[in-house]
Structure formats: structure tokens, C-alpha cells
């Protein structure tokens, strides 16, 4: 599913549908196909649950409290300066949950600051820490945490020598793992996966769309994992 085939794909929807669980490039592009989205939704400028029903789209992100979870699960120490690696809809989002956590300054590391430009207006004018952007390279950083929102084949060695020295390190990906980053994280270090990231959202998602109150987390967790292994190798 591309952008272009985004707005016939949701006319398309019968009554049976429930919701739907979005990616990028989807998240920003679906909002203006939206009757509402939620305040933190709209806060963060993009969108990875659509709920379904009586003939309305409503927008919803469960990426912020999804973040806050995954890294709460791992990690129960202070969250005051922080790098964020990317400049995406993924970013803003996991950049707002960090100030949720009492991050104040965030350096944003991006290839291009233009692009991320939306992302800095969003996070810094909505409550969220401070963004400081700075480019891929450079001398080595220090901050209580480390968030890397890109692929894994963009993290070269210099990349994840500068992170080197960041206690907690938190990567968003997981069908690509373990990520050069993620690798990098010895016994003295504290790494958050983004299966975490991804299970603590999609349980979000489904009491979203169903009303349950009790998900089953872990059941969850060993879903995600053994699809993992299955693609690795297969």
C-alpha cells in the first residue's frame, strides 16, 4: 500500500472493519483522508490507527504511549537530555513520549534538517523537549538516552562509535535485528527493542478497536518474536 492507493483503499472498507494499523509513509498522508484524530494525534502530526465505525475514520497515534511503555518496561532511570536518530513521523512521535518522561533537550540527528523541520515545529511547540538538530556525524555525544529511529543499514560504525557512550539505547527497529546499534550494547548498557515498541503500541491498538481492557501482552511478545525468528530464517 503506497499514498496514491491510500484514499481508494479506505472507500473500499465495509462494515466489518474494524480499524486498521498504519506505517509509514502512511502516517502523515492519511490525516487529511481523516474526519478527526485524537489530541495526540494531532499533537504529534501523524497517525498509526484509523478506528472504524458508524461511517467515521478516527485518527488515533499509540507510537507516544507505545514509547513511553517500552522504555518504562526496560529502564526506570532519569530521562532529562536525550539523542534522537531521524527526523520522521516516528521521531516526533517517540521525541514527544521522551518529554513525557521529563526529557527537556533532545539533539536530533538528521541527514537533512529541512525534512525535519516539521518534526522540530511539532515537538518543540507542543510541549515536548527542546530539539537541537545536528547532523549524522560529528564528536561523540552524552545524554541519559539514545533513540534511533532509522534503518539499519544507515548505521554505519561511526554512527554507533558517537552513541557509544549513551547508557540507554533504544531502537525502534525490530524486523531487521539485531541492528549495528543494537549490537553495539554490552552488559553495562540498557537496550530497548522495537518489538518492545511495537507489542506496547499494538496492544494499544487492539483495545482501541475492540474495548477489551486486559491484553495479553506477553502472548503478544512471543507472537512477535517467533514471527521474527520464521523471517530470519526463512
Excluded at 489530541?39 to 497515534?61: C, E, F, Q, W
Excluded at 533532545?106 to 541527514?111: D, M, N, Q, Y
Excluded at 543499514?153 to 557512550?165: I, T, W, Y
Aim: charged share 20%; net charge negative.
Amino acid at each position: 500500500m503506497d499514498e496514491d492507493g491510500l484514499p481508494e483503499f479506505l472507500a473500499d472498507l465495509d462494515a466489518s472493519w474494524r480499524g486498521l494499523s498504519l506505517t509509514m509513509p502512511l502516517k502523515r498522508s492519511v490525516m487529511q483522508l481523516l474526519d478527526s484524530v485524537s489530541p495526540v494525534a494531532g499533537t504529534a502530526g501523524s497517525v498509526n490507527t484509523v478506528l472504524l465505525g458508524d461511517g467515521l475514520r478516527i485518527g488515533d497515534n499509540t507510537d507516544v504511549p507505545g514509547a513511553t511503555a517500552a522504555i518504562r518496561e526496560r529502564y526506570d532511570g532519569r530521562v532529562r537530555t536525550a539523542v534522537v536518530v531521524g527526523g520522521g513521523a516516528t521521531a516526533a512521535s517517540v521525541a514527544l513520549a521522551l518529554g513525557e518522561l521529563g526529557c527537556w533537550v533532545a539533539t536530533l540527528l538528521v541527514r537533512d534538517s529541512e525534512r525535519a523541520a516539521e518534526t522540530v515545529q511539532r515537538v518543540t511547540y507542543n510541549e515536548g523537549p527542546l530539539l537541537v538538530v545536528g547532523p549524522l556525524e560529528g564528536e561523540p555525544l552524552e545524554a541519559d538516552i539514545v533513540v534511533s529511529t532509522i534503518p539499519a543499514e544507515a548505521q554505519n560504525p561511526d554512527l554507533v562509535d558517537r552513541l557509544a557512550g549513551i547508557p540507554v539505547v533504544f531502537d525502534v527497529v525490530y524486523a531487521t535485528w539485531p541492528t549495528p546499534l543494537a549490537r553495539s550494547v554490552g552488559p553495562d548498557r540498557t537496550l530497548v527493542s522495537g518489538l518492545d515498541m511495537l507489542v506496547h503500541q499494538a496492544a494499544l491498538q487492539v483495545a482501541l478497536m475492540t474495548g477489551l481492557r486486559e491484553i495479553p501482552i506477553d502472548a503478544m511478545r512471543a507472537a512477535g518474536e517467533q514471527a521474527l525468528a520464521a523471517r530470519s530464517s526463512g
